[in-house]
């Protein structure tokens, strides 16, 4: 994996789990796995989606993988405090995971692909140990979904500085969009992907502060000193950016708008 484009600070690890917990029914409500089987969930992170699985399954054993020590050591914090007791962690290379063939029944991957550099590549190894039958589900974002009101230049050029520097670090913020192509790519086959549409508006402000406030601006946020490092926006446009998304979340009449795709394949 290329620099993870968001970070590894504390404020990262918060929002990765505020954004969790803000789209948990949307993603996850028809992910379930049976009684008995293994599946491998590759690039944990810091545990934000690992509950959620583990929860849905409770009869299910969890290997749950990453690169990053420090993300490893916050799930295990994670499920521990939970309570959660079918899930193990191991430290993996995607490109490389350190199991056999036909390992596991199912391998679950939740934005970890836009991240990647070769992400067929990374997706043929999930094949690899999965078995014959097996299914994967992946979980992307697609950045060229997101719209809002009230739109503003400087609110937009921020969003697209998010997207030009994951592309300058080797990932793809519209990778949402490829899921079936890239699945097809590594070999998957019956693949179906649907659309997970977050709409945000004062009707909703439990979405405009979990998904709004503590999500997408603190996404944002999260890229500006390479932004200003590799001047793909000034600093005055910037601030008058970050400011109008808090006015979108602020407003009466603001609203957001944002793609998630969930792909599911058959090895």
Not at 103 to 122: G, K, S
Not at 159 to 167: D, P, S
Request: hydrophobic share 40%.
């Amino acid at each position: 994996m290329n620099t993870y484009v968001h970070g590894y600070s504390e404020r990262e690890s918060e929002r990765l789990r505020d954004q969790a917990d803000a789209v948990r029914s949307l993603l996850h409500h028809d992910t379930r796995y049976p009684a008995g089987s293994t599946i491998l969930e590759a690039g944990c992170g810091v545990g934000a989606q690992t509950t959620t699985l583990a929860r849905n399954s409770p009869g299910a054993r969890f290997v749950s993988v990453d690169i990053s020590p420090d993300s490893l050591g916050q799930a295990v914090d994670l499920v521990e405090r939970e309570g959660i007791g079918n899930v193990v962690f191991q430290r993996a290379d995607v490109y490389a995971l350190p199991f056999r063939e036909a390992t596991f029944d199912h391998v679950f991957v939740c934005f970890l692909l836009e991240h990647l550099v070769e992400p067929t590549r990374a997706l043929a190894e999930c094949a690899r140990v999965l078995r014959p039958g097996g299914t994967i589900t992946a979980i992307e974002g697609d950045h060229g979904s997101c719209y809002f009101h009230p739109e503003t230049q400087d609110a937009v050029r921020a969003w697209r500085c998010l997207i030009e520097v994951q592309a300058r670090l080797g990932g793809d913020a519209l990778i949402g969009r490829r899921l079936l192509p890239l699945l097809d790519g590594a070999g998957f086959r019956e693949t179906t992907v649907s659309p997970r549409m977050v709409y945000c508006d004062r009707t909703r402000p439990g979405l405009v502060d979990g998904f709004v406030r503590k999500t997408i601006i603190p996404m944002v946020e999260g890229v500006h000193d390479r932004a200003l490092a590799d001047r793909l926006i000034d600093r005055e446009a910037w601030a008058r950016g970050i400011r109008d998304f808090h006015a979108v979340a602020d407003r009466a009449d603001g609203t957001f708008c944002y793609a998630f795709f969930k792909a599911v394949g058959t090895r």
